[in-house]
């Protein structure tokens, strides 16, 4: 993910800075999150998607040469459609940042924005 500065004390004095955070488990739903600010240093935090699954449950007769008997079972799919995230962080001297974004079902790339505790306002790509 990066973090773009577009109003703020950093966006002032270095409008061109990309700040580059990791997020991990991005196959899953949620995990951590890691970046560093240019003041507060290293911030930690979660990053967590809202992904809807259906799931679909299966039972009846089968009665071919090859296959006798029932069959049960459940299967579990995820939607595909636009997911809503968010997350949150702490730095090293206290400020917090958070930001919402959207994501694409079994994607690892989305938009979004966020904003810090010192006046800082970003945009989010990834």
Known sequence: MQLYPLDGEIARTDPTLVIEATMQNVGGTSGPLKF?????????????SLTPKTVSRSKGLSLT?????????????????VNDGEFYAVCADGTRVQGTFVIGSGTASGTGSASDTNGNIYKLLF
């Open 36 to 48: 560093r600010l240019p003041e507060p240093g290293k911030c930690e935090g979660t990053w967590s």
């Open 65 to 81: 040469w090859s296959k006798t008997g029932g069959e049960l079972g459940s299967e579990s799919s995820t939607l595909a459609r």
